[in-house]
T-cell receptor, first 113, second 111 residues
Framework: DVKVTQSSRYLVKRTGEKVFLECVQD?????MFWYRQDPGLGLRLIYF???????EKGDIPEGYSVSREKKERFSLILESASTNQTSMYLC????????????FGPGTRLTVT | GENVEQHPSTLSVQEGDSAVIKCTYS??????FPWYKQELGKRPQLIID?????GEKKDQRIAVTLNKTAKHFSLHITETQPEDSAVYFC??????????FGAGTTVTVRA
C-alpha cells in the first residue's frame, strides 16, 4: 500500500519566516508534486519533480522553491512567507510506468499571520 | 496550457437520485482523464479514470463518459448514498504525469 506522508498537518508561521514543508513517499516513485488547494480554485500545481535533483515549475511557482535530494523526499520551501500563502498544501507522487494514479499526502494546513 | 472547467461547483441531491458532474478541457492532446474524490478532512483519492481510446467506463455505481470531439467528460453517480458526499475533482493530463485539475464540485447527499 502506497504511503505518502507530510511533516505537519497544521502549521502557523509569521510573515517573513522561512517555511519548510516536507513530503516522503515509500513506493520508489520517480514523480512528485506539490499542489496548493484553495476553495473554488481546485488543486493548483506549484512544482513538479521527475527525478532526484530535477524540478519543473508548475502554474504558480512564485514565492516557492523546492528541493529533491533523495528520491523519496520532496520539500517545498517558502522563502519569505506571506499572508497570501495561507492555504492547504498537498503533496503527491506517481510512478513513471503503468498507472498514472497520483497518491496524495494528508495535506498541511498552513496559516501565515 | 491545459484549462479544465468543472460544473457545477455545488450539487445537492436526494439519497437514491443520480448526480452528474461535467468538465471541459482545452488541449486536444490530452489523453487521460481521472476523477478524484476528497472526503471532508481527507486526502484526494482516485475513484475512476478514462483514456481517450474509450468512450465510457463504469465501476459499480460510478461511470465516466468522454467526448473527445467536444472536449468534455462527465462523472455519473447513480443511486447516491450519504457516503458519496464529498468534493469531486476532474482532471486532464498536461503531459506524461502532470495533471490540470478542475475547481471541484461539492456534492451533498440529503437523507
Amino acid at each position: 500500500d502506497v504511503k505518502v506522508t507530510q511533516s505537519s498537518r497544521y502549521l502557523v508561521k509569521r510573515t517573513g519566516e522561512k517555511v519548510f514543508l516536507e513530503c516522503v513517499q515509500d513506493m520508489d516513485h520517480e514523480n512528485m508534486f506539490w499542489y496548493r488547494q484553495d476553495p473554488g480554485l481546485g488543486l493548483r500545481l506549484i512544482y513538479f519533480s521527475y527525478d532526484v535533483k530535477m524540478k519543473e515549475k508548475g502554474d504558480i511557482p512564485e514565492g516557492y522553491s523546492v528541493s529533491r535530494e533523495k528520491k523519496e523526499r520532496f520539500s517545498l520551501i517558502l522563502e519569505s512567507a506571506s499572508t497570501n500563502q495561507t492555504s492547504m498544501y498537498l503533496c503527491a507522487s506517481v510512478w513513471s510506468s503503468g498507472s498514472y494514479e497520483q497518491y496524495f499526502g494528508p495535506g498541511t494546513r498552513l496559516t501565515v499571520t | 496550457g491545459e484549462n479544465v472547467e468543472q460544473h457545477p461547483s455545488t450539487l445537492s441531491v436526494q439519497e437514491g437520485d443520480s448526480a452528474v458532474i461535467k468538465c471541459t478541457y482545452s488541449d486536444s492532446a490530452s489523453n487521460y482523464f481521472p476523477w478524484y474524490k476528497q472526503e471532508l478532512g481527507k486526502r484526494p483519492q482516485l475513484i475512476i479514470d478514462i483514456r481517450s481510446n474509450v468512450g465510457e467506463k463504469k465501476d459499480q455505481r460510478i461511470a465516466v463518459t468522454l467526448n473527445k470531439t467536444a472536449k468534455h467528460f462527465s462523472l455519473h453517480i447513480t443511486e447516491t448514498q450519504p457516503e458519496d458526499s464529498a468534493v469531486y475533482f476532474c482532471a486532464a493530463d498536461i503531459n506524461d504525469y502532470k495533471l490540470s485539475f478542475g475547481a471541484g464540485t461539492t456534492v451533498t447527499v440529503r437523507a
